[in-house]
């Protein structure tokens, strides 16, 4: 993906008023840097206090700690690949030691392994715009901004991938508005309904992996939503151009969320994704990676660890 493609597309998105409830600010925040990355965008949770963050214009692959502080390339792609690459969203499977990682306007989807950092398998989705992924006991989903569409690959025993599978959604999630349509998603109730933001509306739908009917999560207004990330009944939502992460409690049928609060950080440059750690010798620690999409004489891209609960 070029990166000036991706900065027209989301500049876009910056046009939309940010949300101003009360804010908190921690004095613990945070910055990991991602030495000689070129750009930035996803980030996924590894084992204990291990993330992945991946440079969206090149595709690699980045591995860091939020105890050390430390971040190193971990996946150079053009060691075995020549074709353009890019990493958008992307999640971990711990289970099988996979990382899946949405490929952005390549239409594709990634899978490496996590304890070599070779590649596993590539797939082709779509045309359009891979933006983020989720898991579930089953396998991974995967949105694309330019379609009304989700893509589940399935998982089996010992980390067997299978073929895609497409699903079309209907209902208010299904609407195209504005050049980013759905971006993020996430697992909740088991796995049982995936809940996708959708940046072009400012507004969160539940969807029924089965069906593809949708519902809007009510009291939720999440302008510049990029990345979710649903843990329980709690559900944050990144806001990129607004430069925070807002806080919501899910109600138990997911129809409605109340917001509890929006986490600021002085370090916040238009972040995107974002990863849960729980139990540091911090406490409960989000990562959130800054895009900087807004920065056009940008070169240093990072990592920022604020407190889970603001």
Excluded: C
Excluded at 40 to 61: C, K, P, R, S, V
Excluded at 80 to 108: C, E, I, Q, S
Excluded at 234 to 262: G, T
């Amino acid at each position: 993906m070029q990166r000036r493609t991706a900065m027209v597309f989301l500049a876009l998105m910056g046009l939309l008023a940010p949300v101003s409830p009360a804010t908190a600010t921690s004095p613990k925040d945070a910055v990991i840097v991602l030495e000689g990355a070129k750009s930035a965008e996803g980030i996924a949770a590894g084992d204990g206090t291990t993330f992945y963050a991946g440079d969206l214009q090149l595709g690699d692959i980045y591995r860091g700690d939020i105890n050390s502080g430390k971040a190193k390339l971990f996946i150079d792609v053009s060691e075995f690949d020549a074709a353009p690459r890019a990493a958008v969203g992307m999640k971990a499977d711990l289970r099988n030691d996979l990382l899946f990682v949405a490929g952005g306007a390549t239409g594709k989807a990634y899978v490496y392994d996590t304890a070599s950092g070779e590649p596993v398998k590539d797939y082709t989705l779509a045309p359009g715009f891979i933006n983020d992924v989720t898991l579930t006991d089953e396998g991974a989903w995967f949105t694309n901004s330019v379609a009304a569409e989700l893509y589940f690959i399935p998982v089996g025993r010992h980390g067997r991938l299978g073929d895609v599978q497409k699903l079309a959604l209907h209902g208010p999630a299904a609407k195209i508005a504005g050049t980013f349509s759905l971006n993020g998603i996430a697992a909740a109730d088991d796995g049982r309904t995936l809940i996708v933001a959708h940046s072009g509306l400012g507004r969160l739908f539940t969807v029924d992996p089965e069906t593809g009917n949708s519902a809007v999560i009510a009291g939720v207004d999440v302008p510049n939503v990029d990345g979710i990330l649903v843990r329980g009944s709690q559900l944050w939502a990144v806001q990129n151009f607004s430069n925070q992460i807002s806080r919501f409690r899910l109600a138990d049928d997911l129809a409605s969320a109340e917001p509890r609060k929006v986490i600021t950080s002085a370090d916040f440059k238009v972040p995107t994704t974002v990863a849960f750690f729980g139990d540091t010798r911090d406490g409960d620690t989000l990562a959130a990676v800054n895009a900087k999409f807004n920065d056009t004489t940008a070169t240093q891209y990072e990592v920022v660890l604020v407190p889970a609960w603001g």
